[in-house]
């Protein structure tokens, strides 16, 4: 598995990574100029690297003997990701030279955390020993909101560009749902459903008045 990146038309195809291991989750860079992603060292866990978008300046990251998944960049440039481990995984950020390491949460369950726009805030997935929920927290850690409190799972969360409203997957009765919420968890509202398991994504970045 390879990362490329291409025009929006489909045109100007052009490869970042050539492995024999499998490179998954880019994610844009603040300007579009590099790349974050997930690669799958061996020997070790899967760990954080970043490149240019143009392919040059390889960059690791994170260096474990643990998974380090799912990096999301904020606007503000500063990278969080997910440290995998046995009981307790870590919800990080860090600088994107791989500096300035932080533990925002530690606990169970911890999936996926997406930055807000803006950068003050991170939507993150949490299975709670029972089915998948969303929360919030804040930049710095010291605040956490539980956002969906239910026996199916919410997962998937994506900000809405205004910041005021979260857009998530729930699956329930053998199907998948997109939803959307305000940030505080209010709100909620069923946007469309299908029998299938699709569930992606994302907002027009059109600013929002919801």
């Known amino acids: 598995v390879e990362i490329f990146v291409q025009n929006a038309d489909g045109r100007g195809r052009r490869r970042l990574t050539r492995n024999s291991v499998p490179d998954v989750e880019p994610v844009w860079g603040p300007g579009g100029g590099r ?8 020997g070790r866990g899967p760990e954080i690297y970043v490149i240019r978008a143009g392919g040059a300046g390889l960059r690791r990251l994170t260096v474990n003997r643990v998974p380090d998944h799912h990096p999301d960049w904020s606007s503000q440039g500063k990278i969080a990701f997910v440290r995998f481990r046995a009981t307790r995984n870590a919800l990080l950020v860090m600088n994107a030279d791989g500096s300035g390491k932080r533990r925002l949460w530690s606990r169970p369950g911890i999936g996926a955390a997406v930055w807000a726009p803006g ?8 299975f709670d020993g029972h089915d998948d929920e969303i929360y919030v927290i804040s930049a710095d850690g010291r605040t956490r909101r539980r ?9 998937g969360p994506v900000w809405a560009p205004s910041g005021r409203r979260i857009a998530f997957t729930r699956y329930a009765n053998g199907s998948n749902d997109i939803w959307s919420m305000r940030s505080d968890g209010r709100v909620k509202r069923r946007l469309a459903g299908s029998p299938a398991h699709e569930s992606v994504f994302d907002w027009t970045r059109v600013p929002s008045r919801a």
């Open 35 to 42: 790349v974050a992603f997930t690669r799958y060292v061996r």
């Open 119 to 126: 950068g003050s805030r991170l939507a993150v997935e949490i």
């Open 147 to 155: 956002l969906t409190d239910n026996r199916v799972d919410d997962f």
